[in-house]
């Protein structure tokens, strides 16, 4: 990060500074695990269910940091002691970035489709200025100000992803990093346990357009009247995104290729250009012109967004990950994270691959997480939803998946094409007895439920590293 003095990092985050120099300068990586712990640089002591930050400071001060941020002085270590780390960390952030008025903050949230729509708009913009982006999904009131600190004088933009399980959260994080650009992808289903409902999640969505300083512009999908309607809570320049004929930024003709990777005449402007994604899934068109209308914003000529969305690839692993095995399997590691929106959209994609080699398909699918008093229900929709797209297998894994299957056999005529099993191991098993060549394997489900380790298993040379992962299940 940007130098700054300890005493000026005791006053921000309201510290008291224990065998600390106020002077002493910490202008190196600000970090929450001390194995990255370097020179000049300030170690977080956060506490954890499983891992406790203040047992590792004694760590981090050999490794050479400046300072640690703890919440009670350690014996030999210097430290600035303040009330609650993690809070501490987002005042931090908020001083760095304070101090660097020409950076851009483009800030996005939504239900789906965050991480994507990150990594797209980073490849877009970083030709034409320093960008810092979060690693995988850093979405959150520790990874945000941890990505935040990131950023130095030289960097132009700061692409801020943003997550929220409650009213209010999104709110703090723009007061971290206020946004010149503020988008809202969509307004799903996902962590409506914590919300309450769909009507509150978009409220709490919309803090980011609350948030866009003047001057700047919000972005909002066409395609979706909740994040349409949020038009009337910004006095900011408004862009909008959607194959809806209104949209400032519009898709036309959107058709998927034998991968399942979609191709679309883009309309910016008066412009039409040609758009063939790297990327799996038809989804990923609104992902797309969300990230084109971020970099019109920002300045970008057409032909720029159309060659940077013609070129941009898929950077975070395990999202609609499309691997070849020697066999002739196909799989399609989608296994990060779900919810209903996001396993439609991946169910729709595994259907569109198959059907255009002509192959089996299998869904495996495992628990979404965090859908409250809706979780039956969303979970026998997703089982139904598999029948009537003529889903070829289902596999459903562990107890929380459970409605999948149910749904699915209740629905149509299925006999032996929908099965259930508790664990990952059980899975595996019937996958390696039942998979031939040719077959096209989609696995999703929340990271909680661990199927990512089932993907990994499934492909090359992780057999053993997913049995072990599976067997703690």
Same mark, same amino acid.
């Not at 191709?263 to 008066?270: C, R």
């Given at each position: ?17 224990? @065998? ?20 000049? @640089? ?31 002085? !350690?014996?030999?270590?210097?430290? *600035? %002691? ?7 960390? @987002?005042?931090?952030?908020? +001083? ?8 851009? %903050? ?14 797209? !708009? $980073? &490849? ?26 990131? $950023?130095?004088?030289? #960097? ?20 971290? #990093?206020?946004?010149? %650009? ?13 919300? @309450?409902? &769909?009507?509150? *999640? ?10 866009? %300083? ?61 758009? &063939?994604?790297?990327? *799996? ?8 012109? $969300? ?9 970008? #000529? ?8 013609? =070129? ?17 399997? #196909? ?21 569109? !691959? ?9 869904? /495996? ?16 929709? !997703? ?12 596999? /459903?894994?562990? $107890? ?8 699915? =056999? +209740? ?21 390696? =007895? ?16 661990? +199927? ?22």
């Amino acid at each position: 990060m940007i130098g700054v003095r300890c005493g000026e990092i005791a006053e921000a985050v309201h510290g008291e500074l224990v @065998g600390v120099d106020p002077s002493a300068v910490v202008d190196g990586a600000v970090v929450i695990d001390s194995r990255a712990a370097a020179p000049g @640089g300030l170690f977080v002591a956060l506490p954890g269910e499983r891992v406790e930050g203040h047992d590792f400071v004694g760590t981090a001060s050999e490794a050479g940091v400046t300072a640690s941020l703890t919440s009670r002085p !350690i014996d030999g270590a210097p430290c *600035i %002691v303040v009330a609650d780390t993690q809070k501490a960390l @987002g005042d931090l952030a908020r +001083l760095v970035v304070s101090r660097l008025p020409d950076l851009v %903050v483009i800030a996005l949230t939504g239900s789906s489709g965050k991480t994507s729509t990150k990594d797209l !708009i $980073a &490849q877009l913009i970083r030709p034409y200025g320093e960008t810092v982006s979060p690693e995988n999904s850093f979405n959150n009131e520790i990874g945000h100000p941890l990505t935040a600190l990131q $950023a130095t004088e030289s #960097t132009k933009y700061l692409v801020a992803e943003m997550g929220a399980r409650h009213i209010g959260d999104l709110t703090y994080l723009c007061g971290i #990093t206020p946004p010149r %650009v503020g988008l809202v992808l969509n307004v799903g289903t996902s962590h409506i346990g914590e919300f @309450g409902s &769909q009507d509150n *999640i978009a409220l709490g969505k919309g803090e980011v357009i609350e948030a866009v %300083v003047p001057g700047g512009t919000a972005i909002l999908n066409a395609d979706d009247h909740r994040v349409a309607a949020m038009r009337s809570r910004t006095q900011a320049r408004v862009l909008t995104f959607g194959e809806a004929p209104e949209a400032d930024i519009r898709a036309e003709g959107v058709k998927l290729d034998a991968e399942g990777r979609p191709a679309f005449t883009v309309h910016l402007g008066d412009f039409a250009g040609e758009v &063939q994604l790297q990327l *799996i899934g038809e989804h990923h068109v609104s992902n797309a012109l $969300a990230a084109a209308a971020v970099a019109s914003a920002l300045g970008l #000529t057409p032909e720029q967004i159309v060659a940077g969305l013609n =070129s941009a690839g898929r950077v975070s692993a395990a999202r609609m990950e499309l691997v070849e095995r020697a066999d002739g399997v #196909t799989i399609i590691n989608d296994a990060f994270n779900a919810n209903p929106d996001s396993t439609r959209a991946a169910l729709k994609a595994l259907v569109a !691959i198959g059907r255009s080699r002509g192959a089996r398909t299998w869904a /495996v699918l495992g628990e979404m997480l965090e859908l409250g008093d809706t979780s039956t229900e969303e979970h026998d929709a !997703i089982g139904r939803l598999v029948v009537r797209l003529d889903v070829n297998r289902l596999l /459903v894994v562990g $107890a929380g998946a459970k409605p999948i299957h149910l749904g699915a =056999s +209740l629905e149509g005529s299925w006999g032996n094409e929908s099965a259930y099993v508790d664990t990952i191991p059980e899975a595996l098993e019937l996958l390696r =007895s039942e998979l031939r060549p040719g077959d096209v394997v989609l696995v999703k489900s929340s990271k909680a439920a661990k +199927l990512r380790s089932l993907a990994d298993a499934l492909l090359p040379g992780r057999d053993e590293l997913s049995k072990s992962e599976g067997a703690a299940q």
